[in-house]
């Protein structure tokens, strides 16, 4: 069941691009979510290893070869205005304590993390909406390969911003949380694999593993995770990519 809404979405993407009071900081140098066709308000979504800083290389995330179907790997591969592989549209879906009522989420992740705002990401080659979004096609586990799943059906394809995870040694970027997570002391979180390139062949797939990193006390009442990998840190930008 989806509450889909681009204006929120469009808010709530700047959110996660900025983070807490950082609104613009974290561009990645002139990027702005693909081709022309897919508009200024497509999502590109950066890894922090490759985020291509001043003005360099980017790797945002993409579609392996372009398909539009379930069970394709989801990657991450050089910037284009001219790749619809790139293209994707963020939706809101509520707070983590809304989607626990519709049953969507189930109430440990709303325990721990009831108060954080949640996503889809469609996959829309040159604007088009595909039906399909970025998740997982079982309950989230380690290791397990992101790839593309039909939208709005469970948890498995809509992503936790994990601002609790956001703060000066994480700077940029934010875990994301897959929603169909069992596990609310070291979630299953977007990852990218250690010591992988997007040049890489076969192109490394996106997977969800367990958050790392270690906690210290927080404010107001929830943990901050202090120190997390890397490649579990995600951020985005709007519009056509350069």
Same mark, same amino acid.
């Given at each position: 069941m989806s509450i889909k809404s681009k204006v929120l979405a469009a808010a709530a993407t700047l959110t996660l691009v900025g983070g807490v009071g950082a609104v613009g900081t974290l561009t990645a140098g002139s990027a702005s979510a693909g081709t #022309? $066709?897919? @508009? #200024?308000?497509?999502?590109?979504?950066?890894?922090?290893?490759?985020? @291509?800083?001043?003005? @360099?290389?980017? $790797? #945002? *995330?993409? *579609?392996?070869?372009q398909s539009e179907k379930v069970g394709n790997p989801i990657i991450l591969f050089r910037s284009s205005n001219s790749d619809p592989a790139l293209d994707w549209n963020a939706s809101f879906q509520g707070t983590v304590a809304e989607l626990v009522t519709l049953g969507l989420l189930n109430a440990v992740t709303g325990l721990h993390y009831g108060n954080l705002v949640a996503f889809e990401n469609e996959y829309a080659p040159f604007g088009v909406d595909s039906g399909l979004c970025s998740g997982v096609a079982a309950t989230a586990f380690q290791g397990e390969g992101v790839t593309l799943q039909p939208c709005g059906v469970s948890g498995k394809t809509i992503w936790i911003v994990d601002f609790h995870a956001n703060n000066f040694n994480n700077f940029p970027g934010v875990p994301l949380i897959n929603g169909s997570n069992t596990n609310f002391s070291h979630p299953f979180v977007l990852t990218y694999p250690a010591n992988a390139n997007p040049t890489d062949k076969p192109r490394p797939q996106l997977t969800v593993t367990n958050l790392t990193g270690f906690t210290q006390p927080g404010f107001p009442f929830f943990p901050v995770i202090s120190s997390v990998d890397s490649g579990q840190l995600f951020f985005s930008t709007l519009g056509v990519l350069p």
């Open positions: #022309p $066709s897919c @508009g #200024p308000t497509c999502i590109n979504l950066f890894n922090k290893d490759f985020a @291509g800083f001043n003005g @360099g290389a980017a $790797s #945002p *995330v993409d *579609v392996y070869r």
